[in-house]
């Protein structure tokens, strides 16, 4: 079964490095020591300076991650003002999945009908001020529905646990081959009421990339879901 295969027919949680806190002079080692101690995909914050008021990479990161790591998942997560122009680098660089905010388009199931054209998985996600109810036309066209439990842009921010009603709004509306991902200021204390409140896919950059042993972190979050440690 392909990784990508696997993601989406096994409903067990999935533990997403964020490489945006990764060392990046460093970055094929720091994604080999997190995939190796248990991580199932790595998530990739494309930001523009302009959707979010930091800049960080795009296609040729993606790329390089892509060539040093042929078969890892590699989850897009578009932080920026036109998704639909750059959708299409993504993938060519070898994003499995793209993620687009709701904020950032005119016509989100458009958008999402256009993003899934290219081949790749689609995900949609919004802003933890934005209401779940702009999200929930869309829900039928994406495999992954992305909470963000911070306001993006920056990693190291503070959960905000109110978005947990929304985790759990979602889930109820989702099909057994959809993904509920949730990404900010997850760490090992409260990674468990994310899970309690449906969330499948757990996006984790400080948590783990500011400690000086991330095995020792990845092993922890994946205990604290119930997963087999390695
Ligand atoms: C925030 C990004 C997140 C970020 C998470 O704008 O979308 O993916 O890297 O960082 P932490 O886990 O440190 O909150
Ligand atoms: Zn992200």
Redesign the pocket.
């Known amino acids: 079964m392909t990784t990508s295969a696997r993601l989406f027919q096994s409903s067990a949680p999935c533990i997403a490095p964020?490489i945006?806190?990764a060392d990046f002079s460093k970055l094929g080692a720091e994604i080999d020591e997190v995939l190796r101690a248990g991580a199932d995909l790595l998530?990739l914050?494309v930001?523009d300076g302009h959707f979010?008021p930091?800049i960080s990479f795009g296609p040729p990161i993606i790329a390089s991650v892509r060539k040093s790591h042929p078969t890892v998942f590699l989850d897009a997560?578009l932080?920026i003002s036109d998704p639909l122009r750059y959708a299409p680098a993504m993938v060519k660089a070898g994003a499995d999945n793209v993620t687009f905010h709701v904020e950032a388009v005119t016509d989100p199931v458009a958008a999402a009908k256009e993003i899934r054209k290219l081949g790749c998985h689609v995900g949609i996600t919004l802003n933890p001020a934005t209401p779940v109810e702009m999200i929930l036309p869309v829900l039928e066209h994406v495999d992954v529905v992305l909470v963000?439990?911070?306001?993006?842009?920056?990693?190291?921010?503070k959960?905000m646990s109110q978005v947990l009603g929304k985790c759990e709004t979602i889930k109820k509306r989702l099909r057994a081959d959809q993904r509920l991902e949730i990404?900010?200021?997850?760490?090992v204390d409260n990674i468990q009421s994310a899970q309690q409140a449906g969330v499948d896919w757990f996006?984790?950059?400080?948590?783990?990339?500011?400690q000086p042993d991330r095995p020792a972190v990845v092993r922890t979050l994946r205990e604290r879901l119930g997963l087999a440690v390695k």
């Open positions: 964020s945006l806190s998530h914050d930001m979010v930091n997560h932080m963000m439990s911070v306001v993006p842009g920056f990693s190291g921010q959960f990404d900010g200021g997850i760490k996006v984790v950059a400080s948590a783990i990339f500011d």
